[in-house]
């Protein structure tokens, strides 16, 4: 009988993840760094926690290197183990240097218990935190905010995407392009799917490799790659369609953009887009928005 063909590819993406295991925590040699324009656009990423930055970083690193953003990472919390934190901080501090984000803390030690359970029984503690996350906003007056979507399961992903809305709502004269990020829970209506080159995912996974700490508890890097690659099989439907055909992409991460029309959310446009690595991120998301 035949051997089945389809036995030496499932076993070379075993092989791979297994030769991942043998690559460094860190201590690659540094990327060339962007130069940002004193006028350049911002982009805030409202992380969770150490790690988000890199693992939904996709769009954020193109639109650094294609459009001169400044990308600035937000550390809401860095993780519910205290005697990490220090460590993640530096960890973190790390992977956005090397990657070329820049780091915006939320105190010494992050913000404590952003869960929509926190939301509702400690309301004074979530007003504080609110109006801090305001100050960053205002502070950096982004173009951009990155966050996660409202189906994202982690308890502290839907307490940042709660915390987010708040902070806009008291904000005043101010539309920011909003971007809905997924990790561990998938969006219902994603509307942008942008590629990524392997070189990005490379960087990506460089970057992500200084979060030793989290990588030898669940090694999710090694994986990374096999995640953007079924971001395409499942964009190719949820944005181009049912029935559509696939795009020729490798790796890709899926997104929902919208705009902030205080007080409601409106999609930045009407269907889905695809976004491959031709094309200018900045000009094909923002340049024909109002």
Not at 197 to 226: C, I
Not at 257 to 286: T, Y
Request: hydrophobic share 35%.
């Amino acid at each position: 009988m035949t051997e089945n063909p389809y036995l030496s590819y499932a076993e070379s993406f075993k092989k791979i993840t297994e030769s991942g295991k043998s690559l460094p925590y860190g201590n690659i040699a540094p990327l060339q760094k962007v130069i940002h324009e004193n006028d350049a656009p911002t982009a805030l990423i409202m992380s969770p926690h150490p790690d988000d930055e890199c693992i939904m970083g996709g769009l954020p690193l193109r639109l650094m290197r294609e459009a001169g953003f400044r990308i600035v990472n937000v550390a809401v919390t860095l993780g519910s183990n205290m005697d990490r934190r220090k460590e993640r901080l530096c960890e973190l501090q790390r992977a956005c240097d090397w990657i070329g984000f820049e780091l915006q803390q939320m105190g010494e030690e992050g913000l404590e218990k952003v869960t929509v359970n926190s939301r509702q029984t400690s309301p004074e503690n979530w007003t504080l935190m609110t109006r801090h996350l305001v100050e960053v906003i205002e502070k950096w007056n982004p173009t951009a905010i990155f966050f996660p979507n409202s189906h994202d399961w982690n308890k502290t992903h839907l307490g940042v995407h709660m915390l987010t809305l708040d902070a806009l709502k008291e904000t005043d004269n101010f539309f920011p392009f909003l971007i809905e990020t997924e990790y561990w829970g998938q969006m219902p209506k994603p509307n942008l799917l942008v590629e990524s080159t392997t070189r990005e995912v490379a960087d990506l996974l460089a970057a992500l490799s200084h979060h030793e700490g989290e990588l030898k508890r669940n090694p999710f890097h090694l994986r990374m790659p096999s995640w953007m690659q079924d971001n395409v099989r499942r964009g190719a439907e949820v944005i181009g369609g049912q029935g559509g055909k696939a795009p020729d992409f490798d790796f890709a991460t899926l997104y929902r953009v919208s705009r902030w029309r205080e007080p409601n959310i409106v999609p930045a446009w009407e269907g889905g887009r695809m976004l491959p690595c031709s094309d200018n991120s900045s000009q094909a998301l923002f340049s024909e928005q109002s």
